[in-house]
């Protein structure tokens, strides 16, 4: 009996290793069940800790304002809840040393095991939080820096603040990668796709200066393969699917012929935002109307709860599900403030909740920003989703274009500028680069193929990734940019890049969108999984089921989720069919197929080490079940997961 392929590809692999250089990105692990900091711990600390040891107070010389006040301390050992003096004290019975204080309220056992499971779970703490005072607010209005001089020729505006950011933290300038390398990455990156073994050849005979600045224009004007990988970022933006919970009862609706049409047609993004929060026509009604959940729901599940949620964080990058239930621990925002917006979307009069229990007051009709303009309380329905539409892309409203470009951002670079992403509330490490990106696409007519060129075409884009435990926050000093962070491929990108290499794509997609263009380049297209409905693959790779917005997928592979992968029969019998096609085309050539393999997955040429390798493990004349090996082998990389 043959051995299962997956055995047979580890065993490969460990002949591999030794020849191989793998981006230590990937051996970080990380529990998705890990505790949520900021509604599980942060209530407690303020509850029963932060009156004491918080804010502008640190009695007994202890702070928690910080995870490294915390854990300098001594008072927790990351990882070690029974031997953190922070759990001591708050089991302790003792009237003289127990906290809190024998006059305030006990640490209940909920909240006791809730603490421990946080210290065991490596003391999780949302990156920028802090419980001292807030000494910063993000500016509301645009503003245009001034571009620091430029270097050795390297003109693009973020190449001169980059350059002068690194001279300033005395980083040394990272190097430029290769043309094969920056050929994977921007296509990954642009179109979700894997350039073609013929692409790759063509691409670095090409003796242009200026080729990739043209490859990258050409990857942007593929209006097809440009939708149907964006369609994976704003369905999770925009809490957009094809099934999952609300379809089948007619609680939800999709907007996805809207979406798709508008990423092929390039609409500017303050267009997109104004028809997604004053919708024109139904067909792009569903993003405001949210989930429709069935039988009793908590004052924080009502649509109008949703809308004021879903606005603030799709597009100001605001966190308002803590402001939604009483005034946020973790930001300034108010409950009077997420009810304000709610009360935009309501047809009816709102009355106040505070933590699911009325408050006896109503909600009014607020926008975030009075600077910028105020709603009309009194105004019908339609005509206060207007304004809030108007408002929201008024051209003094910095807080929107900043939003979209630190997104974009982050998915070319590996983290925003302002980080996480919904945080945007927080101190930027570098405020001249988010400002200019932002000014840039509101002098581009709110163009996002504006901005991702101008980011792909930056020196800084094209130069060598570091691995992301080399640039965790320096502490109090914040993160220092060493250049672009190489991240884990997404469902989509994985699963594309392995139909590209197997022909195994499906025949047929699910999602209602028109693909083919006026000049019927749709024609014979690869289906794409961003197309598709989410399956138990898909999800193993990091999908989200978008009931709620998804603004960051995690960054790591989970050990559960890399059991799923290799034991799942889907992902197998990809792999199988595509080993059957590669068996009848390479059958007398197991060099050719060698080379096609690696030039298709890595866009490299194999090294002499894997080249023996790959040779033992193939007949001259390969078998489909040898190539079904290799393939196992090839997938299950790092450097095939990765883009890099």
Request: with cysteine; hydrophobic share 40%.
């Amino acid at each position: 009996m043959r051995m299962r392929p997956q055995i047979a590809a580890i065993r490969l692999c460990l002949l591999l290793l030794p020849c191989i250089s793998l981006p230590s990105s990937t051996s970080a692990q990380v529990d998705q069940t890990a505790t949520d900091f900021a509604h599980n711990i942060v209530p407690i600390l303020q509850k029963h800790c932060v009156g004491c040891h918080g804010g502008r107070e640190a009695k007994g010389s202890f702070s928690i304002n910080t995870r490294e006040l915390l854990v300098d301390s001594g008072h927790a050992q990351p990882g070690k809840p029974d031997e953190s003096h922070l759990i001591e004290l708050v089991l302790a019975t003792d009237k003289q040393i127990q906290m809190p204080p024998a006059d305030k309220e006990r640490v209940s056992i909920a909240e006791v095991a809730a603490l421990k499971k946080w210290i065991a779970d490596d003391l999780i703490w949302d990156d920028g939080f802090s419980f001292a005072p807030v000494a910063w607010e993000p500016p509301l209005k645009p503003r245009r820096p001034e571009l620091p001089k430029a270097i050795d020729g390297r003109e693009n505006p973020i190449d001169r603040i980059l350059d002068a950011d690194l001279t300033a933290h005395d980083v040394l300038r990272p190097k430029r990668i290769d043309d094969a390398v920056f050929l994977r990455r921007v296509s990954l990156d642009l179109v979700g796709l894997l350039p073609e073994p013929e692409s790759l050849a063509t691409f670095l005979a090409d003796a242009a200066a200026d080729k990739r600045e043209k490859i990258v224009r050409q990857l942007l004007d593929d209006r097809i393969a440009y939708a149907d990988h964006w369609l994976t970022f704003f369905n999770d933006l925009l809490r957009n699917d094809y099934s999952g919970t609300g379809f089948i009862t007619g609680g939800r609706q999709q907007v996805s012929a809207w979406l798709y049409e508008a990423l092929l047609t390039n609409k500017p993004f303050d267009e997109f935002a104004r028809e997604l929060i004053a919708p024109p026509t139904s067909a792009s009604q569903g993003y405001i109307d949210g989930i429709r959940w069935r039988g009793e729901v908590s004052a924080g599940q009502t649509v109008e709860i949703q809308f004021a949620q879903s606005v603030s964080q799709s597009f100001l990058g605001i966190n308002m599900k803590c402001a939604s239930c009483h005034d946020s621990f973790i930001d300034r925002w108010k409950l009077d403030e997420a009810y304000g917006l709610a009360a935009i979307y309501a047809s009816q009069p709102m009355e106040i909740h505070r933590c699911d229990k009325p408050i006896g007051r109503q909600a009014k009709a607020q926008w975030l920003f009075p600077e910028l303009g105020a709603i009309d309380p009194a105004a019908p329905k339609e005509e206060r989703l207007r304004q809030l539409a108007a408002l929201m892309t008024h051209p003094d409203n910095g807080r929107f274009t900043r939003t979209i470009v630190n997104r974009l951002w982050y998915k070319l670079m590996g983290r925003g500028i302002v980080h996480p992403l919904d945080a945007m509330q927080s101190k930027p490490w570098n405020e001249d680069l988010l400002d200019s990106l932002a000014v840039h696409l509101q002098e581009s007519k709110y163009d996002l193929k504006s901005v991702l060129y101008l980011i792909a075409t930056s020196e800084a884009y094209q130069s060598e990734c570091v691995v992301r435990e080399q640039v965790a926050d320096a502490g109090l000093q914040g993160f220092i940019y060493r250049g672009p962070i190489s991240r884990r491929m997404t469902a989509e990108q994985f699963l594309d890049s392995v139909w590209q290499i197997t022909e195994s794509a499906p025949a047929a997609f699910d999602a209602p969108v028109v693909r083919a263009v006026v000049d019927s380049s749709g024609a014979n297209r690869m289906i794409r999984t961003s197309l598709l409905k989410s399956d138990f693959l898909m999800r193993s790779l990091g999908r989200p089921m978008r009931e709620q917005i998804v603004s960051m997928r995690p960054s790591e592979l989970t050990t559960l989720e890399a059991v799923d992968l290799t034991n799942g029969s889907t992902l197998s019998n990809y792999l199988a069919q595509g080993a059957t096609r590669l068996a009848d085309r390479w059958s007398d050539d197991r060099s050719g197929l060698i080379n096609h393999l690696t030039q298709f997955a890595l866009s490299r040429s194999p090294v002499t080490e894997e080249r023996i390798v790959l040779e033992a493990a193939l007949s001259p004349s390969p078998t489909a079940e040898e190539i079904e090996d290799i393939l196992w082998v090839i997938v299950m990389m790092p450097e095939f997961m990765l883009v890099r």
